[in-house]
């Protein structure tokens, strides 16, 4: 499913189209996404002018005077920016047509995402829990030791706990603990600070990365231009199960954690 780095793709590739342009129309195909689109969310949005496009957790976040159209990928969806000369497809959900002449078009073949209008902010129930950004400041060493200190739960979980830090989903975990020489399966409070503090630096280094590339295009994937995401060709381990760690050349193992398939190298890894 599209993670941090999918989302902030999809952000940096609408905003220049419709940042500071009059919204003239929402066309809904298909309401029965995640949650069922607001027969009124046409009527709330038409003339209202997006003021800025944001992005907080996995949560899209076109902001106009009275509040945010709220856009959530699900597992499978995708904006483009397209014309009105492109053809709408069986899963083109959602059109946010512009003044421009320019159209923000949602895709979902699962229907797993969801299109709300935000109008309480930082409060809406499915913003209010979300914990730090990974990319912010206030993500640091001395944050994440706080979080691992009383917490006896295996330390991927922990980072993919959205309560507590938001986007770290399970690629970019598995790829930042490996970097970072942590067992995915140890516990968050048997791992020392400076391991932790390790392990900060390469969320951050693993999430920039992927941005810088697009994201990573597995299946359903493509960024607002049609293209995909290429940091896939960078993976050490998520996939990778039973070939070569990059570092020792032993076979890479396989486990669940928290329901979550995890590839790790056993002994790289402590």
């Not at 989302?7 to 009059?22: H, L, N, Q």
Request: glycine share 10%; charged share 20%; net charge positive.
């Amino acid at each position: 499913m599209p993670e941090l780095p999918e989302v902030e793709t999809s952000c940096r590739g609408i905003e220049p189209f419709c940042a500071g342009v009059e919204i003239a129309q929402i066309v809904v195909r298909q309401p029965k996404l995640r949650w069922p689109v607001a027969p009124n969310l046409p009527a709330q949005l038409a003339g209202q002018v997006v003021q800025s496009v944001g992005r907080r957790g996995k949560y899209l976040l076109l902001q106009v005077e009275s509040g945010a159209l709220m856009i959530h990928l699900g597992m499978s969806g995708s904006l483009r920016v397209v014309d009105d000369t492109v053809l709408v497809g069986k899963h083109d959900h959602v059109d946010i047509i512009l003044r421009n002449g320019k159209i923000i078009r949602y895709n979902d073949p699962r229907r797993f995402g969801s299109v709300t209008f935000n109008q309480q902010g930082a409060n809406h129930p499915l913003l209010k829990k979300l914990g730090v950004e990974p990319l912010e400041e206030e993500f640091n060493g001395d944050y994440l030791i706080n979080c691992c200190r009383s917490r006896k739960v295996a330390i991927k979980s922990l980072i993919m706990n959205s309560q507590l830090v938001v986007g770290v989903g399970n690629i970019y975990a598995q790829e930042s603990l490996f970097r970072s020489g942590i067992h995915p399966v140890r516990a968050a409070n048997k791992i020392a600070k400076k391991r932790i503090e390790t392990l900060v630096v390469h969320i951050k280094q693993v999430l920039k990365e992927a941005i810088k590339a697009g994201g990573s295009s597995l299946k359903d994937f493509t960024a607002s231009d049609g293209k995909p995401g290429y940091f896939q060709h960078t993976f050490q381990v998520y996939g990778r199960s039973g070939e070569p760690c990059i570092l020792c050349g032993k076979p890479l193992k396989q486990a669940q954690i928290g329901q979550r398939t995890t590839v790790y190298c056993g002994s790289c890894q402590r």
